[in-house]
């Protein structure tokens, strides 16, 4: 990627906002915006057209919400929000609005980048490559959908169909964390059926199946409270 | 009296009595002496300076007149349209209370005090209806005539000869706020009669014959001035006594004998006259006898009438049982301190022969001392006996045969008496000592009387010559007949007497030991429900009755709780009908008894009393009578007895809430204050590090070098995340502690807590080999996911703390029953023994240094252990063989749905 990345970062508390700052900078490999209120974070956002926005949820004039819900209406690009509160409830909603990924302060500079390069792949991925279409791969794991055949390294996984349509799931929104209530609503239409902790114990099967160490998953990210992610391998290891 | 300065509670009361008459309505009553002196119209017109003043004015009800001038006056009011009510076929016009409370105007008019309301109507009496609209905040015009005061009622009937069925108690006469009199000379009145202006031509010759005398007249308005002036006196004193705090009572105690002949309302009345002008206390007695049961309807329903007179002229009702009335009295007279007895004389002609000496005689005997007045009965005679002791024939088989065959017995005694030539005199003995036993045995008087009879003629017909006849030879025996049939007589009553004493002794007993009981249950029941479970039962023990119970939870009263007196037949569903219920709503607003038996909604299915506290109303009590058991006297007395004990059980259980709620508060306010504090305190030390670093590395950055400076940076980074976690754990603790118990909890996998915990816990984690053994990969506990993995970090990162580098840590979860256990084991040096029992306490750090250095504020241990009770776990710490602690929590499983 020769073109730098083009970050709009909008956070109202200044020593944060420099922290995010001089930690991208660092990387050399972004471009930055700021702003430090929800209207200006809209107007740069549909004037810039930012790759990536970071997003804080306690800003002064406008309800983080609104941000996200206006800038989906034209932009799909990934948005992290970042959170103050230690309930998950902001989290979730914003994720169900629209929101891709979440920090919760105090958040470590490691996680910042990481969720950041996270941001990057998924972008590159969706640029990239069209969704409809019948084969997905990540890493050692390749998903045929005509075929309803999933393999990890060449091996042949069986899964039952509710594990299917799971992975499926995941794996059409790779790199974006998804919330229990969204896996619920896709993979168990049927409220009579749906109870949340079916999501758990789904995916802690589907764990056991894929990943080679479960207890050190590298497709299938928990976030705990929050929902689940398939993480976007890297060809290249960084 | 003395000018006395008054008590500054006396004042304090005075004022608080002035203002919660200002929140009631107030009373004008315009009070005339007769029909027709101008209380309607002196009423209208006072309201129309009222209205032109610019108060809100309405019409309530104002009698049809015919009298012109009345009729202009009522125009220009805005009126609220009446109530109609079919009764019999005839359309009746009645005062719509509901109406008037929802206009809820300023003041309202309402004629006629002393009216009956039709059927169907809230309350029976219109002074009820009158008395709502004042709790209600709203001020009333009434009109009033002098022959309606119930105390003057047979003085008026005295000189009218015409007995008024519509009466208004004293007590709302004299609540009043204001009594206008609307006084006219008599000659002007019977002037207007004539000139037709009040009644029409053939009613106004019959009343100017029979009422509008002008002899009755002039006496009416002398009643009427004198009882105004009587109402202004009694203000007087009772302000007088609000001001001085002292009950003006004199050491007058007048007592009223309750009965059911027709006199006793006439002597009730006087007995109450004499109390107010003796200033005295008042109490009216009723003496329940053996016999009271047997009393035909008609006097039954006079005595609950005559009762309840005596409680509107503001009598205390006591009940007494035994069988003679007399000593009755003058024991209660002695015990209670009496100094007058009212009572009445009937004129029934005393018997000449055999002539029992009537009460007043039998009272004047034992209790000398007292005072007793006698009100002659001028109605014809009553005599109660007659009605009372019907000869209950009670034929029943047992006695019976009980009877006949003692009688054998005696005989056949007799004839082996006679058969050895003992003593005549000692058969006659036998044949007594048999009616003693049959008299004794047996349940009716028939049997030891007729028994009497029938061992003289057995004695006759077996034992004396001529044998085998109801004959006698020797002229002495006639004689010896009468002494026997003497003695067997004496000998029935007086067992029979002693009988029914006992028996009386043992209903008194039976009662006393009720009360007894229910105080005795009711001071040890300490929850709400068992107060009322127990005072049902109570109740429903006394009166024989089911009892509904209508508890008052946050300003509300409750549906009630139903206790069946027999399980087997429970009470039919319409007694406890939403109809129902809104009586007792009304009771419980209105501080009143209601329903069956009372003059407030009568027509409801049970009779509705309210257990009064201080201010409010506690609970409401609902008692299922059916129209024919309505609630004898001394039922009723006890029944405010036990009330009376219902109230301070309740009251005291209230209290104790209360000051248990006080108790949480303040401790939870020392907890928070200690809280604070050792934030404080524990803070200073990381913080004093981090800004110092940082200003060094500030001030002397390119001096120092590269190594110092990365300690110090190091340092800076360690101290902040300690304060992440000490953050952590503080959000965790008000959390839990938000006042709302119950925490948001979700199902959760324990290894996907575990691998959560993991990522938080101390960087000095490498230093050490941990470790996690899952025996079950689908371990789900229903929890607070934040809470849980904080529990797990602040545990795992002791163990990394406080124990050497390189030791092994081990996160063991597994199932056990219901429960999962997650053992969290270290292999350092372990906690001694003294230590573990209070290492879950607040503030508590092993080795306890006050000092800094061990920056555990003992925060960790003690939040966990709230947070896994907050989930209804049980938390715990124990060695590890062969050396190390084990800290350990259980925590509720959820049984995991496998849907394929």
Same mark, same amino acid.
């Given at each position: 990627?020769?073109?730098?990345?083009?970050?709009?970062?909008?956070?109202d508390?200044?020593?944060?906002?420099?922290?995010i700052?001089?930690?991208?900078?660092?990387?050399r490999?972004?471009?930055l915006?700021?702003?430090s209120?929800g209207?200006?974070?809209?107007?740069?956002?549909?004037?810039?057209?930012?790759?990536?926005?970071?997003?804080?949820?306690?800003?002064?004039?406008?309800?983080?919400?609104?941000?996200?819900?206006?800038?989906?209406?034209?932009?799909?690009?990934p948005?992290?929000?970042?959170?103050?509160r230690?309930?998950?409830?902001?989290?979730?909603?914003?994720?169900?609005?629209?929101a891709d990924d979440?920090?919760?302060?105090p958040?470590s500079v490691?996680?910042?980048?990481?969720?950041?390069?996270?941001?990057?792949?998924?972008?590159?991925?969706?640029?990239?490559?069209?969704k409809?279409?019948?084969?997905?791969e990540?890493?050692?794991?390749?998903?045929?959908?005509?075929?309803?055949?999933?393999?990890v390294e060449?091996?042949?996984?069986?899964?039952?169909?509710?594990?299917?349509?799971?992975?499926?799931?995941?794996a059409?929104?790779?790199?974006?964390?998804?919330?229990?209530?969204?896996?619920?609503?896709?993979?168990?239409?049927?409220?009579?059926?749906?109870?949340?902790?079916?999501?758990?114990?789904?995916?802690?099967?589907?764990?056991?199946?894929?990943e080679?160490?479960?207890?050190?998953p590298?497709?299938?990210?928990?976030?705990?409270?929050?929902?689940?992610?398939?993480?976007?391998?890297?060809?290249?290891?960084? | 009296?003395?000018?006395?300065?008054?008590?500054?509670?006396?004042l304090?009361?005075?004022?608080s009595?002035?203002?919660?008459?200002?929140?009631?309505?107030k009373?004008?009553?315009?009070?005339?002496?007769?029909?027709?002196?101008?209380?309607?119209?002196a009423?209208?017109?006072?309201?129309?300076?009222?209205?032109?003043?610019?108060?809100d004015?309405v019409?309530?009800?104002?009698?049809?007149?015919?009298?012109?001038?009345?009729?202009s006056?009522?125009q220009?009011?805005?009126?609220?349209p009446?109530?109609?009510?079919?009764?019999r076929?005839?359309?009746?016009?009645?005062?719509?209370?509901?109406?008037?409370?929802?206009?809820?105007?300023?003041?309202?008019?309402v004629?006629e005090?002393?009216?009956?309301?039709?059927?169907g109507?809230?309350?029976?009496?219109?002074?009820?209806?009158?008395?709502?609209?004042?709790?209600?905040?709203?001020?009333?015009?009434?009109?009033?005539n002098?022959q309606?005061?119930?105390?003057?009622?047979?003085?008026?009937?005295?000189?009218?000869?015409?007995?008024?069925?519509?009466?208004?108690?004293?007590?709302?006469?004299?609540?009043?706020?204001?009594?206008?009199l609307v006084?006219i000379?008599?000659?002007?009145?019977i002037?207007?009669?004539?000139?037709?202006?009040?009644?029409?031509?053939?009613?106004?010759?019959?009343?100017l014959?029979h009422?509008?005398?002008?002899?009755?007249?002039?006496a009416?308005?002398?009643?009427?001035l004198?009882?105004?002036?009587?109402k202004?006196?009694r203000?007087?004193?009772?302000?007088?006594?609000?001001?001085?705090?002292?009950?003006y009572?004199?050491?007058?105690h007048i007592?009223?004998?309750?009965?059911?002949?027709?006199?006793?309302?006439?002597?009730?009345?006087?007995?109450?006259?004499?109390?107010?002008a003796?200033?005295?206390s008042?109490?009216?007695?009723?003496v329940?006898?053996p016999?009271s049961?047997?009393?035909?309807?008609?006097n039954?329903?006079r005595l609950?009438?005559?009762?309840?007179?005596?409680?509107?002229?503001?009598?205390?009702?006591?009940t007494?049982?035994?069988?003679?009335v007399?000593y009755q009295?003058?024991?209660?007279?002695?015990?209670?301190?009496?100094?007058?007895?009212?009572m009445?004389?009937?004129?029934?002609?005393?018997?000449?022969?055999?002539?029992?000496?009537?009460?007043?005689?039998?009272l004047?005997?034992?209790?000398?001392?007292l005072?007793?007045?006698?009100?002659?009965d001028?109605?014809?005679?009553?005599?109660?006996?007659?009605?009372?002791?019907?000869?209950?024939?009670?034929?029943?088989?047992?006695?019976?045969?009980?009877?006949?065959?003692?009688?054998?017995?005696?005989?056949?005694?007799?004839?082996?008496?006679?058969?050895?030539r003992s003593?005549?005199?000692?058969?006659?003995?036998?044949?007594?000592?048999?009616?003693?036993?049959?008299?004794?045995?047996?349940?009716?008087?028939?049997?030891?009387?007729?028994?009497?009879?029938?061992?003289?003629?057995?004695?006759?017909?077996?034992?004396?010559?001529p044998r085998?006849t109801?004959?006698a030879?020797d002229?002495?025996?006639?004689?010896?007949?009468l002494?026997?049939?003497?003695?067997?007589?004496?000998?029935? +009553? =007086?067992?029979?007497? @002693? $009988?029914?004493?006992?028996?009386?002794? *043992? &209903?008194?007993?039976?009662r006393? #030991?009720?009360l007894?009981?229910?105080?005795?249950?009711?001071?040890?029941?300490?929850?709400?429900n068992?107060?009322?479970?127990?005072?049902?039962?109570?109740?429903?023990?006394?009166?024989?009755?089911?009892?509904?119970?209508?508890?008052?939870?946050?300003?509300?009263?409750?549906?009630?709780w139903?206790y069946?007196?027999?399980?087997?037949?429970?009470?039919p569903?319409?007694?406890?009908?939403?109809?129902?219920?809104?009586?007792a709503?009304?009771?419980y607003?209105?501080r009143?008894?209601?329903?069956?038996?009372?003059?407030?909604?009568?027509?409801?299915? +049970? =009779?509705?009393?309210? @257990? $009064?506290?201080?201010?409010?109303?506690? *609970? &409401?009590i609902?008692?299922?009578? #059916?129209?024919?058991?309505?609630?004898?006297i001394f039922?009723?007395?006890?029944?405010g007895?036990?009330?009376?004990e219902?109230?301070f059980?309740?009251e005291?259980?209230?209290?104790?809430?209360?000051?248990?709620?006080?108790?949480?508060?303040?401790e939870?306010e020392?907890l928070?204050?200690?809280?604070?504090?050792?934030?404080?305190?524990?803070?200073?030390?990381?913080?004093?590090?981090?800004?110092?670093?940082?200003?060094?590395?500030?001030?002397?950055?390119?001096d120092?070098?590269?190594t110092?400076?990365?300690?110090?940076?190091?340092?800076?980074?360690?101290?902040?995340l300690?304060?992440?976690n000490?953050v952590?754990?503080?959000l *965790? &603790?008000?959390?839990?502690?938000d006042?709302?118990?119950?925490?948001?909890?979700?199902?959760?996998?324990v290894?996907?807590?575990?691998?959560?915990a993991?990522?938080?816990?101390?960087?000095?984690?490498?230093?050490h080999?941990?470790?996690t053994?899952l025996?079950?990969?689908?371990?789900?506990?229903?929890?607070?996911?934040?809470?849980?993995?904080?529990?797990?970090?602040?545990?795992?990162?002791?163990?990394i703390?406080?124990?050497?580098?390189?030791s092994?840590i081990?996160?063991?979860?597994?199932?056990q029953?219901p429960?999962?256990?997650?053992?969290?084991?270290?292999?350092?040096?372990?906690?001694?023994?003294k230590?573990?029992?209070?290492?879950?306490?607040?503030?508590?750090?092993?080795n306890?240094?006050?000092?800094?250095?061990?920056?555990?504020l003992?925060?960790?241990?003690?939040?966990?252990?709230?947070?896994?009770?907050?989930?209804?776990?049980?938390?715990?710490?124990?060695?590890?063989?062969?050396?190390?602690?084990?800290?350990?929590?259980?925590?509720?499983?959820?049984?995991?749905?496998?849907?394929?």
């Open positions: 990627m020769a073109d730098k990345i083009l970050v709009l970062i909008v956070e508390d200044k020593a944060v906002r420099n922290l700052t001089t930690t991208l900078n660092a990387s490999s972004y471009t915006l700021t702003a209120t209207e200006s974070a809209i107007m740069l956002a549909a004037s810039k057209n930012p790759d990536i926005i970071i997003l804080d949820l306690g800003l002064p004039d406008m309800d983080g919400m609104d941000v996200i819900k206006k800038v989906r209406t034209w932009s799909n690009r948005i992290i929000v970042v959170s103050a230690s309930e998950d409830k902001d989290k979730i909603d914003a994720l169900d609005a629209g979440y920090l919760t302060k958040f490691e996680e910042l980048l990481a969720r950041i390069r996270v941001a990057v792949r998924k972008m590159n991925y969706d640029n990239r490559l069209n409809d279409e019948a084969y997905f990540n890493g050692a794991l390749k998903i045929d959908y005509s075929a309803a055949l999933v393999s060449g091996q042949e996984i069986h899964l039952t169909p509710i594990e299917y349509k799971l992975v499926c799931l995941l059409k929104n790779v790199g974006k964390v998804l919330t229990h209530n969204y896996i619920l609503s896709h993979v168990w239409p049927n409220p009579a059926e749906a109870d949340s902790s079916l999501v758990r114990v789904f995916m802690a099967t589907l764990r056991k199946k894929i080679k160490d479960p207890s050190s590298i497709f299938i990210q928990t976030h705990i409270g929050i929902g689940y992610r398939m993480n976007r391998i890297q060809e290249e290891n960084k | 009296m003395s000018e006395e300065r008054p008590t500054p509670d006396g304090l009361k005075m004022i009595s002035q203002e919660s008459k200002s929140k009631r309505g009373l004008k009553i315009f009070f005339g002496y007769a029909a027709g002196v101008g209380k309607t119209y009423m209208l017109d006072a309201a129309h300076s009222d209205q032109k003043a610019g108060e004015v019409l309530g009800y104002i009698e049809p007149h015919s009298r012109p001038d009345t009729v006056l009522a220009g009011f805005e009126d609220i009446v109530k109609k009510i079919e009764y076929g005839i359309v009746l016009n009645e005062f719509d209370l509901d109406a008037a409370l929802k206009r809820n105007p300023e003041l309202i008019l004629d005090l002393a009216h009956t309301n039709a059927a109507c809230r309350h029976v009496k219109r002074y009820d209806d009158i008395e709502e609209l004042l709790s209600a905040g709203i001020n009333v015009y009434t009109t009033l002098v309606h005061l119930e105390s003057l009622n047979d003085i008026v009937a005295s000189i009218t000869h015409v007995t008024v069925k519509e009466r208004v108690p004293d007590f709302v006469f004299d609540k009043a706020t204001q009594v206008e006084d000379e008599p000659d002007v009145l002037e207007r009669l004539n000139a037709k202006k009040i009644y029409k031509e053939n009613q106004a010759k019959r009343a014959n009422f509008f005398t002008r002899d009755n007249l002039v009416l308005r002398e009643i009427a004198r009882r105004i002036a009587d202004v006196n203000e007087v004193e009772s302000s007088r006594t609000e001001v001085h705090d002292t009950p009572y004199t050491s007058e007592l009223v004998c309750l009965s059911s002949s027709p006199s006793n309302a006439k002597v009730i009345r006087t007995a109450a006259r004499f109390a107010s003796f200033h005295a008042f109490t009216a007695l009723f329940e006898t016999h049961r047997e009393l035909n309807d008609n039954r329903k609950r009438e005559n009762l309840k007179l005596a409680e509107q002229l503001g009598a205390k009702i006591a007494v049982y035994g069988d003679d007399a009295i003058s024991e209660y007279a002695k015990a209670s301190g009496v100094s007058k007895i009212v009445g004389r009937s004129n029934n002609k005393s018997r000449i022969f055999l002539r029992k000496p009537n009460l007043v005689e039998k004047t005997a034992s209790a000398p001392n005072d007793v007045y006698i009100i002659p001028t109605q014809p005679s009553y005599n109660p006996e007659k009605f009372k002791n019907k000869f209950k024939w009670n034929l029943n088989l047992p006695d019976f045969l009980k009877t006949i065959g003692i009688l054998t017995l005696c005989t056949l005694i007799g004839i082996l008496f006679y058969t050895f003593f005549q005199i000692n058969i006659i003995t036998i044949f007594i000592l048999g009616v003693l036993v049959i008299s004794n045995q047996t349940s009716s008087k028939i049997y030891g009387l007729s028994s009497s009879v029938l061992s003289v003629l057995i004695y006759n017909y077996f034992f004396i010559e085998f109801l004959g030879y002229p002495d025996y006639p004689v010896t007949f002494v026997m049939l003497c003695a067997s007589l004496i000998t029935s +009553s =007086l067992t029979m007497r @002693v $009988k029914s004493q006992a028996k009386a002794a *043992a &209903v008194n007993a039976h006393t #030991s009720i007894l009981e229910t105080s005795r249950k009711l001071q040890r029941a300490n929850e709400f068992s107060i009322i479970e127990k005072s049902s039962q109570q109740l429903s023990k006394l009166l024989n009755h089911s009892i509904l119970f209508f508890p008052v939870k946050d300003a509300e009263l409750q549906k009630p139903i069946n007196l027999d399980p087997a037949n429970p009470l569903a319409e007694y406890s009908s939403e109809e129902e219920y809104a009586v709503v009304w009771v607003h209105n009143k008894s209601a329903g069956i038996s009372t003059d407030t909604l009568p027509g409801a299915k +049970s =009779l509705y009393l309210p @257990v $009064k506290g201080k201010d409010t109303v506690l *609970a &409401v609902g008692i299922p009578i #059916s129209d024919g058991n309505q609630l004898e039922e009723r007395s006890l029944l007895g036990m009330i009376y219902i109230t059980a309740i005291k259980y209230n209290l104790n809430e209360q000051q248990n709620q006080a108790l949480m508060k303040a939870k020392r928070r204050a200690n809280l604070l504090r050792a934030i404080s305190h524990d803070l200073r030390t990381p913080l004093t590090s981090i800004s110092g670093n940082a200003s060094i590395l500030l001030s002397n950055g390119t120092i070098d590269q110092d400076t990365h300690k110090l940076l190091e340092n800076i980074y360690e101290d902040s300690w304060l992440i000490l952590e754990n503080i *965790a &603790v008000t959390r839990i502690d006042g709302r118990l119950g925490i948001q909890t979700q199902p959760e996998l290894q996907d807590l575990i691998s959560e993991l990522l938080h816990t101390d960087r000095r984690r490498s230093e080999q941990i470790e053994l025996e079950n990969d689908l371990l789900m506990v229903q929890v607070d996911a934040h809470l849980i993995v904080q529990t797990m970090i602040n545990i795992v990162n002791n163990a703390v406080y124990t050497p580098v390189g092994r081990l996160i063991h979860a597994f199932r029953g429960w999962v256990i997650v053992e969290i084991a270290d292999n350092g040096k372990g906690i001694p023994d230590d573990k029992k209070q290492i879950f306490d607040m503030f508590y750090t092993a306890n240094e006050i000092g800094d250095s061990r920056r555990g003992g925060l960790g241990l003690s939040l966990c252990k709230s947070i896994v009770n907050a989930h209804g776990g049980k938390i715990y710490v124990k060695d590890n063989q062969p050396n190390g602690t084990v800290f350990g929590f259980t925590l509720r499983l959820e049984e995991v749905h496998h849907g394929g």
